[in-house]
T-cell receptor, first 117, second 113 residues
Framework: GAGVSQSPSNKVTEKGKDVELRCDPI?????LYWYRQSLGQGLEFLIY????????KSGLPSDRFSAERTGGSVSTLTIQRTQQEDSAVYLC???????????????FGNGTRLTVT | AQSVTQLGSHVSVSEGALVLLRCNYS??????LFWYVQYPNQGLQLLLK??????LVKGINGFEAEFKKSETSFHLTKPSAHMSDAAEYFC???????????FGPGTRLSVLP
């Protein structure tokens, strides 16, 4: 497939459990972003990767949230000890972002809907 | 800090009527500008983008947007609304010196029969 792939599409977990959300970006895209979208709300920036490093992780809500990216490709967002307020749709997006490609748009996956019960 | 404002969190139009969704950005340097659409239970899809050149940009599904530097605006329009246009619309900006995209809060478009 040519698009951004996220898995799982839906995740229901109990409060206090850890969850891992996966994002597979478009091949060749160097930048990868995670956003959170709560019900009826806009996009909340979480973290951005350039290659395997994260120059901007300012949006992570707490130290329960972490993310990594390996091989300049797949990224995993981990939420430890989930809370009910973590319930949201987690969106991943990728883009070219080197030099003259700053005008390249973000390409989004369909998101993972996380429900914490 | 950069910001993007979208006037009207919810806009309702009748089918066949003009659609106008507003977007303003705060920046002394014109950024790259984007409009995205989000249909229910889906991710965001690019409608159109402005980078350089012609200030009137045509996108998919009959939408277009005009970049007005003097007004720091990038409003989205469509001459005739269709029921299938009902969705959430997000305006976003990005600068050529930064990596991040800044999104507006979104405008929900309802199309009435």
């Amino acid at each position: 497939g040519a698009g951004v792939s996220q898995s799982p599409s839906n995740k229901v977990t109990e409060k206090g459990k850890d969850v891992e959300l996966r994002c597979d970006p478009i091949s060749g895209h160097t930048a990868l972003y995670w956003y959170r979208q709560s019900l009826g709300q806009g996009l909340e920036f979480l973290i951005y990767f350039q290659g395997n490093s994260a120059p901007d992780k300012s949006g992570l809500p707490s130290d329960r949230f972490s993310a990594e990216r390996t091989g300049g490709s797949v990224s995993t967002l981990t939420i430890q000890r989930t809370q009910q307020e973590d319930s949201a749709v987690y969106l991943c997006a990728s883009s070219f972002s080197v030099g003259s490609t700053y005008n390249s748009p973000l390409h989004f996956g369909n998101g993972t809907r996380l429900t914490v019960t | 800090a950069q910001s993007v404002t979208q006037l009207g969190s919810h806009v309702s139009v009748s089918e066949g009527a003009l659609v106008l969704l507003r977007c303003n950005y705060s920046s002394s340097v014109p950024p790259y500008l984007f409009w995205y659409v989000q249909y229910p239970n889906q991710g965001l899809q690019l409608l159109l983008k402005y980078t350089t050149g012609a200030t009137l940009v045509k996108g998919i599904n009959g939408f277009e947007a005009e970049f007005k530097k003097s007004e720091t605006s990038f409003h989205l329009t469509k001459p005739s609304a269709h029921m299938s246009d009902a969705a959430e619309y997000f305006c976003a900006v990005r600068h050529n010196y930064g990596q991040n995209f800044v999104f507006g809060p979104g405008t929900r478009l309802s199309v009435l029969p």
